[in-house]
């Protein structure tokens, strides 16, 4: 099943293992959200809420129609203009689920900056894996303007948080522009080495993932 299968491909890029099932926390139903959430229209949302004593109450909220459409065009086969879009909505749900789960699995807080920011890099990583796997013989140049040049954001869908995906999507585009560099580069081991740098990156704060950012941007791996 295909949250599943990203789920899988996420884990195994950062080499993170959950005990929990997306799908145990997916929601399709918009009826069933608190009512902000319903009016908020977006495809995707993760919710995050207080659950008995310690514990903290999460679901993934995503679209029927849009797993519907990726039902009969699945991406892990076939991913391409048609399906893209939809895949990038579902891998952003399914990448906020799993960080927050290996966090709160580790007791670490999350920032929803760092949410946005992880999602960001995600849709780039798995993406270029998933290509790479259909096409081997072919560098998935599209990826980079595609996410970060001709993606607009919706200030009716980002509920006064312009600023904060801006700054999400400035802070990934730095990052994965710095991965494309290594990625590109005609040496056995650029791969790795990015695996390296990512699983790494990954287990950061979100202060440290920034200053991270800033410091080694114009840098190789």
């Not at 522009?177 to 990015?194: C, F, K, T």
Request: glycine share 6%; aromatic share 10%; with cysteine.
């Amino acid at each position: 099943m295909i949250l599943r299968q990203i789920q899988e491909l996420i884990g195994g890029i950062y080499d993170v293992r959950l005990a929990h099932d997306v799908y145990d926390f997916l929601v399709t139903d918009r009826g069933q959200l608190p009512a902000a959430a319903r009016a908020s229209g977006t495809d995707e949302q993760l919710l995050i809420g207080a659950g008995d004593a310690d514990e903290v109450g999460v679901s993934l909220y995503l679209d029927p129609a849009l797993l519907e459409r990726l039902k009969h065009t699945d991406p892990i086969e076939a991913l391409n203009g048609g399906n893209l879009a939809d895949y990038w909505t579902a891998l952003e749900g399914v990448s906020h689920f799993v960080y927050f789960a290996w966090n709160a699995g580790h007791d670490k807080p999350v920032s929803l900056l760092e949410l946005e920011l992880q999602a960001e890099i995600d849709k780039y990583v798995a993406s270029y894996w998933l290509l790479r796997k259909q096409l081997p013989r072919r560098f998935p140049a599209e990826l980079i303007p595609l996410l970060f040049e001709r993606t607009r954001i919706d200030p009716a869908l980002a509920a006064g948080r312009v600023e904060l995906y801006r700054n999400a999507s400035r802070y990934a585009e730095k990052f994965c522009r710095r991965l494309e560099r290594a990625l590109r580069a005609d040496h056995q081991g650029s791969e790795r080495e990015v695996l390296a740098e990512l699983r790494r990156f990954y287990r950061l704060t979100d202060v440290r993932k920034r200053a991270h950012i800033e410091r080694n941007g114009e840098r190789s791996l």
